[in-house]
């Protein structure tokens, strides 16, 4: 299977601990996001990167919040400190990065379903 | 006011209906728009992109007005498979909250 994978599938944790998640892209895709959703909404955008590089966070990320993609292929998306409002599923996708500002089709991957007890 | 718009649904239709959903976005200087499907319990998939003359691919016909910052989505022939929850995506990153869509027989 070529496409994105994301593991654990499933992460059940207390209050106040550390987790860590790990996306594998598409190895041809140079742009990695993360996002993350609640039931009837749609994909929250967190962050995302262009190879190596996070160009872009969001503002609703608090510092909790990190993420790495070293040597652009893998990333990891760590959440210290957990709370119950971090119960979501997390979503990782990727693309190909577009010209001129442009953006192209994302494939996601199965997400991580996080909750927080 | 959100970055993306979408019509709150749900929408519940008969078999062989005509439904359109319509979005909005802040943004006046965006460039890439894109319609996602998402079944229940699973991620999000690209339905179709949005492109500034619309475009058409079988039953779904998306259309974009710059002018009023919305984009459509037009399903016709609505079939049973077509149940699901549609996104519409501005700039790769930002997405509506989706709308649901339930074809009865």
Known sequence: DTGVSQDPRHKITKRGQNVTFRCDPISEHNRLYWYRQTLGQGPEFLTYFQNEAQLEKSRLLSDRFSAERPKGSFSTLEIQRTEQGDSAMYLCASSLGGAGGLWNEQFFGPGTRLTVL | RKEVEQDPGPFNVPEGATVAFNCTYSNSASQSFF????????????????????NEDGRFTAQLNRASQYISL?????????SATYLCVVNGMRFGAGTRLTVKP
């Not at chain 2, 319609?35 to 619309?54: A, F, H, I, N, T």
Request: glycine letters at 4%.
């Open chain 2, 74 to 82: 037009l399903i016709r022939d609505s079939k049973l498979s077509d």
């Open chain 2, 35 to 54: 319609w996602y499907r998402q079944d229940c319990r699973k991620e999000p998939k690209l339905l179709m992109s949005v492109y500034s003359s619309g």
